[in-house]
């Protein structure tokens, strides 16, 4: 008898499901790889990258990969074969990123610390994105005349937490829309040529957002004749759990692409558009398939909770922000027929209170409800394809990095990363006793 079971009257059609592995493919994956395991979708990436290379446009468009979201090689391959240029966040990205096979040339740095190799990276043929009014004075003494981006902090931000805005106030990224003066006086001094104006903000999805932070992009790209490229960033925002909402990019296109359009008309300069997603390409074309470690109660007034074979060291998201990822319950037994509905918190396996996968922004746990899950049975985690595998505790208690595969568009399945040897983890300690 189970006495703290708590079934519950959900109808199975609100419980999230598979977003694009089948049960038997989670059940094979799993048998010949273990888990914990990423799989990711090479189809699905390709049919986001086609979506945003349609981005509404009034005079062209270039589509940077914000690689940080995920950066394994084959990620930046298929984001070349199709096109897309690396928006990236350190100089050790874009050392990533040539490694990868990219040239200099389409690679923009847009870094929060002023790169240590700035001389050599921006001699290779890197642009460089000025996000501080010291990043822009550096600059200016090492390449005056040179040409170069600034980003700016439009004063205003749509993450859906504070920990995701990334502009007004409270944002220390980019410069300060207010200190136009202070940057035309650096630009003058060093005779800087400004052929790129850059915003990003956070993740939004509202059309209205958009198009403020497009008129106020506009307004800098109007103070520099020299602009060519107006690039509105990324944080196109995806809906990872049913009852959230997804960016629709024709629709925040279209009102931004008339701004373009007036401005032609008053300046007559035609602007190219430029954005920089990173979510909205990867976000939902990976799953993790995790096992059933454990499953333990803490009696009539508790919780039932699931601890997984994975943790905040392969996905810190819901530790870090509250984040919520679809947790889909597959059988390890195929022939088992499942159609009950139990609330669960889904805990990871680091010895960290914080390692809950069902918490709320601050910490609190809460439950979920997942088809009945038991010892052995596979937990999917889903929508794990942005800042999961790049983002995690890594290594925290000593878990290696997770292995990764991917779902070829033919429907094999190759090794993209292998799971981590325990020796790694520890190799650079060097031993004084
Ligand atoms: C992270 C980042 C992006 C991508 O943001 P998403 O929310 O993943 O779309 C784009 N541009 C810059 C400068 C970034 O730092």
Redesign the pocket.
């Known amino acids: 008898m189970e006495p703290f079971l708590r079934i519950i009257n959900i109808p199975m059609t609100s419980i999230e499901k598979l977003k694009f592995l089948s049960e038997d493919q989670v059940r094979s994956i799993a048998k010949q790889y273990g888990t914990p395991v990423f799989v990711y979708s090479q189809s699905e990436i390709q049919k986001k990258i086609d979506e945003a290379l349609h981005f509404p446009n009034a005079f062209g468009l270039q589509v940077?990969y914000?690689m940080?979201?995920s950066p394994n090689v084959n990620i930046l391959k298929m984001m070349q074969a199709k096109g897309v240029l690396i928006?990236a966040?350190s100089e050790h990205e874009v050392t990533r990123a040539i490694a990868a096979g990219f040239a200099p040339s389409s690679i923009m740095l847009?870094s929060q610390q002023f790169p240590k190799e700035l001389e050599s990276i921006v001699k290779s043929g890197v642009m460089f994105?000025a996000c501080s009014l010291r990043q822009l004075e550096a600059y200016g003494q090492s390449f005056p005349g040179k040409e170069v981006s600034l980003?700016f902090n439009p004063g205003l931000g749509s993450g859906h937490t504070k920990k995701?805005d990334?502009g007004g106030v409270t944002s220390s990224?980019g410069i300060w829309h207010e200190k136009l003066m202070d940057v035309q006086a650096i630009v003058s001094k060093y005779n800087l040529k400004v052929t790129k104006v850059?915003t990003?903000i956070?993740?939004g999805s509202d059309p209205e957002v958009w198009k403020a932070v497009a008129k106020y992009t506009l307004e800098y790209a109007e103070a520099f004749p020299d602009v060519t490229v107006v690039s509105l960033?990324?944080?196109?925002?995806v809906g990872r759990m049913a009852d959230e909402k997804s960016t629709d990019l024709q629709k925040i296109g279209e009102p931004v692409k008339q701004l373009f359009v007036e401005f032609s008309e008053k300046f007559g300069r035609k602007l190219v558009l430029e954005i920089?997603?990173?979510?909205?390409l990867v976000a939902l074309c990976a799953a993790l398939i995790t096992t059933i470690d454990d499953k333990i109660d803490t009696g009539k007034n508790g919780f039932t909770f699931l601890k997984l074979d994975t943790g905040m060291d392969a996905n810190t998201r819901p530790s870090l922000y509250g984040a919520r990822h679809p947790l889909v319950t597959v059988k390890q037994d195929p022939s088992v027929k499942i159609e009950k509905v139990e609330e669960y918190v889904v805990v990871g396996h680091c010895c960290e209170s914080g390692d809950v996968f069902t918490q709320k922004e601050g910490g609190e746990p809460i439950t979920r409800p997942m088809q009945t899950a038991e010892l052995g049975d596979f937990v999917v985690m889903e929508a794990v394809g942005?800042?999961c595998s790049a983002m995690s505790t890594k290594n925290y208690n000593s878990f290696p990095e997770t292995q990764e595969v991917l779902l070829t568009s033919t429907g094999e399945i190759k090794l993209i990363r292998k799971k981590q040897e325990i020796p790694e983890i520890y190799r650079n300690e060097i031993s004084v006793f």
Do not use: I, L, Q, W
């Open positions: 940077r914000a940080k979201a928006d966040s847009t994105n980003r995701t990334v990224f850059h990003h956070g993740s960033g990324g944080g196109y925002k920089e997603p990173g979510t909205y942005a800042y």
